[in-house]
Structures are given as structure tokens and as C-alpha cells.
T-cell receptor, first 113, second 109 residues
């Protein structure tokens, strides 16, 4: 049972480059989320999706985009990376949007130079 | 604004009991959650409270007082593997999870 798989695990990226973080779940969960986690701050929601075909903006969406073409996949794209996007990114899923019990991927550590 | 407060760091001794507090001010309330996060790993769900009172799950218990905007996570018979960060989160009226910054728990032998 894989749960949620994120890729890459770690990446160093030059500022201005485009980057897509991949996220796949095999639990058939309706809702999926992208968070960033920075030292001293709580998890901050970037984008979410209540169900396949729909997406919504979270607390810190600027500079990021997502798509949800099917139930399993929820990629996060940085169109033109900036150093302030250096962070650990977690993808998560839940049965539905109203559930606070989230299942997280192992995280993607992104460094933008 | 919405806010969740929890201590930044706590230290406890192996075999002892520790209580990690969380206070919150949110737009509505649909439940309070505790997660455990070991260093370099993903958060994992520990407990859920939606009604006032104590929920017990093995060595871990979580308490909620909605009128006081307060919760605590109680860890008994501490083990070295309990060294981790503990995250408090509240599901607000829009069903969005609001997260605290986490409490880093250090267990000493």
C-alpha cells in the first residue's frame, strides 16, 4: 500500500526555472492538498482540490498552480521559481474536504538559488 | 484573524508524563486535531476532538474545551521514540485546517 507518493524527494533549482512537483495517491480520496512547511511556521495551504476537476486557492497560492485531471494525481507547478519558494512541500489527501484527518506524502524539499 | 498557539519546545524525561497545550481562535469550529511529525518526516494523524472532554488512545490522550478555546495532548510513559514535533490544527467553519507552528518535544533518558 503506497498511500501518497511525491516526487522528487529533493531538488535544487535555479531562480526563474519552471518546476512541477508530482503527487499521486492510491486511496481514492476525493480531496487533495498542497502545503508548504517553513521553520517556525505552521503548515500553510497553497492549493486544494475537493474532487477531480476542481481546484481552489489556499492561504499562499501566489506563484503556484495546480491541476486535478483525475482522482489520483495532483501536481503542483512553480511557473518561475523564486528563492522565497525554498521550502518543504507536502501533498496530502483526505476522504473529503470536511475531514481533518489528512494523509501526507513524504515531502519534497525544494531549494531555489 | 485566525490563530493557534502552542509552545515552541518542551523537554521531558523518559518514562514521565508531558502535557502539550494548544489554544485557538478561529472562525468557527469543526474539530481539533493533533498530528505527530518526526524530524524529516511527514505529519501523521494522532487524535481528533469535536466534543468537550477527554479522548484516550493508548498512551496518548487529547482534551478539548470549546468554551475556552483550549486543548491539550497528554503523553504518558514517555519513550525516546516520542521525540517529535506535535502539531495542533483546527477545522474552521469553511472546513479549512488551521495549523499551529508545532511543539518540538525532546525526551531525555
Amino acid at each position: 500500500i503506497a498511500g501518497i507518493t511525491q516526487a522528487p524527494t529533493s531538488q535544487i533549482l535555479a531562480a526563474g526555472r519552471r518546476m512541477t512537483l508530482r503527487c499521486t495517491q492510491d486511496m481514492r480520496h476525493n480531496a487533495m492538498y498542497w502545503y508548504r512547511q517553513d521553520l517556525g511556521l505552521g503548515l500553510r495551504l497553497i492549493h486544494y482540490s475537493n474532487t477531480a476537476g476542481t481546484t481552489g486557492k489556499g492561504e499562499v497560492p501566489d506563484g503556484y498552480s495546480v491541476s486535478r485531471a483525475n482522482t489520483d494525481d495532483f501536481p503542483l507547478t512553480l511557473a518561475s521559481a523564486v528563492p522565497s519558494q525554498t521550502s518543504v512541500y507536502f501533498c496530502a489527501s483526505s476522504d473529503d474536504r470536511g475531514s481533518g484527518e489528512l494523509f501526507f506524502g513524504e515531502g519534497s524539499r525544494l531549494t531555489v538559488l | 484573524g485566525q490563530n493557534i498557539d502552542q509552545p515552541t519546545e518542551m523537554t521531558a524525561t523518559e518514562g514521565a508524563i508531558v502535557q502539550i497545550n494548544c489554544t485557538y481562535q478561529t472562525s468557527g469550529f469543526n474539530g481539533l486535531f493533533w498530528y505527530q511529525q518526526h524530524a524529516g518526516e511527514a505529519p501523521t494523524f494522532l487524535s481528533y476532538n469535536v466534543l468537550d472532554g477527554l479522548e484516550e488512545k493508548g498512551r496518548f490522550s487529547s482534551f478539548l474545551s470549546r468554551s475556552k478555546g483550549y486543548s491539550y495532548l497528554l503523553l504518558k510513559e514517555l519513550q525516546m521514540k516520542d521525540s517529535a514535533s506535535y502539531l495542533c490544527a483546527v477545522l474552521d467553519s469553511n472546513y479549512q485546517l488551521i495549523w499551529g507552528a508545532g511543539t518540538k518535544l525532546i525526551i531525555k533518558p
